[in-house]
């Protein structure tokens, strides 16, 4: 394990422990809470985990490799950032894969557009989303995140083209 797992871990026994002897009857009392609270939405996880498993078994990362193609066009820019918002990859998935994408020559603009969207905008996890936040909230935050995505693109772009 890394230090800093191992370090949260203890810090967050610690935070217990004290939080347990300043009073018990809350702690265990939000512990329970929470416990309910992750019961009722573990068919919601156990669902986009499964979309996800489903997506990339659809568009594997070579599939999205071709489709984002290579340099940093405004046509690739965009469908990097759909694409992005489509897919649900792990991050220990995405990184090689930008990585990958920057080897066979994807310009940066586009490679940040697809990560920024990847990890901001959430297409598959909207219904999980609007159950939680509400529908209105849910829609204008991935829109918001998605152009805000694609003004991080165009300034990394600027900054490191």
Known sequence: MYMTTILLFLV????????????????????????????????DIVGVLLLIGLILAIIPPEKIESMIGSGSSFIATIVSALVGTITLIPAFVAFPLIGSLKANGAGITTLTAFL??????????????????GKQFAIKRNLLSFIFALIIAIVVGGIMG
């Open 12 to 43: 967050t026994i610690s935070v217990l422990v004290i939080s347990l002897f300043k009073d018990k009857g809350k702690t265990i009392g939000s512990m329970k809470k929470a416990k309910g609270m992750m019961g009722s939405m573990i068919s």
């Open 116 to 133: 920024t969207t990847l990890t901001m905008v959430g297409f598959v996890t909207l219904p999980l989303e609007k159950e939680t936040f």
